[in-house]
T-cell receptor, first 114, second 111 residues
Framework: DGGITQSPKYLFRKEGQNVTLSCEQN?????MYWYRQDPGQGLRLIYY???????QKGDIAEGYSVSREKKESFPLTVTSAQKNPTAFYLC?????????????FGDGTRLSIL | GNSVTQMEGPVTLSEEAFLTINCTYT??????LFWYVQYPGEGLQLLLK?????DKGSNKGFEATYRKETTSFHLEKGSVQVSDSAVYFC??????????FGTGTRLTIIP
């Protein structure tokens, strides 16, 4: 079954700690995205990548970092510089960035502060 | 830039009621339009899409028609079920722009 796998489902971060959220896709999609969702809010774009070894900042990139060393993987690191990291994080992918291509989403990682 | 305005929620309906969730947009050119659904604790799933004016997207009894003259893409369903309870997002995609989402509308269906 093709899809996007995010892990872990729940994650806890201590003060001053960096944590990494995993996102893997086996859809052979070129483009991948990370979004943040706060309660009762829409989605805000953190980072996106159109191809391997390339990525761009989204609307709220401060305090986050990503890498795209492999086509199928796009991990997100929430650094200690992100002062309010508690949120639901969603990873998505699409065939490419053409406007008519839908994005496919993983089931998310819920990050909380200890 | 692009923007999507969605009907504010929450919306509560009885089972078998008619559903409309309004969505209007602002964009240059010829965007594609999408409706996504998010069930509790899950990611978003594509519900339907339309890529040009007057196209109708449909899936699972839901429909939405791309109306360029009114810049709208309202979601409708003739008879809702308890299992339709979820958050619904309208989204817009256009050339050289990232996908733009509305703020979501929470729908609750009561038996």
């Amino acid at each position: 079954d093709g899809g996007i796998t995010q892990s872990p489902k729940y994650l806890f971060r201590k003060e001053g700690q960096n944590v990494t959220l995993s996102c893997e896709q086996n859809l052979n999609h070129d483009a991948m995205y990370w979004y943040r969702q706060d309660p009762g809010q829409g989605l805000r774009l953190i980072y996106y990548s159109q191809i391997v070894n390339d990525f761009q900042k989204g609307d709220i990139a401060e305090g986050y970092s990503v890498s795209r060393e492999k086509k199928e993987s796009f991990p997100l690191t929430v650094t200690s510089a992100q002062k309010n990291p508690t949120a639901f994080y969603l990873c998505a992918s699409s065939i490419n960035q053409d406007s008519d291509q839908p994005q496919h989403f993983g089931d998310g990682t819920r990050l909380s502060i200890l | 830039g692009n923007s999507v305005t969605q009907m504010e929620g929450p919306v509560t309906l009885s089972e078998e009621a008619f559903l409309t969730i309004n969505c209007t947009y602002t964009a240059t050119g010829y965007p594609s339009l999408f409706w996504y659904v998010q069930y509790p604790g899950e990611g978003l799933q594509l519900l339907l899409k339309a890529t040009k004016a007057d196209d109708k997207g449909s899936n699972k009894g839901f429909e939405a028609t791309y109306r360029k003259e009114t810049t709208s893409f309202h979601l409708e369903k003739g008879s809702v079920q308890v299992s339709d309870s979820a958050v619904y997002f309208c989204a817009l995609g256009s050339l050289n722009e990232k996908l733009t989402f509305g703020t979501g509308t929470r729908l609750t269906i009561i038996p």
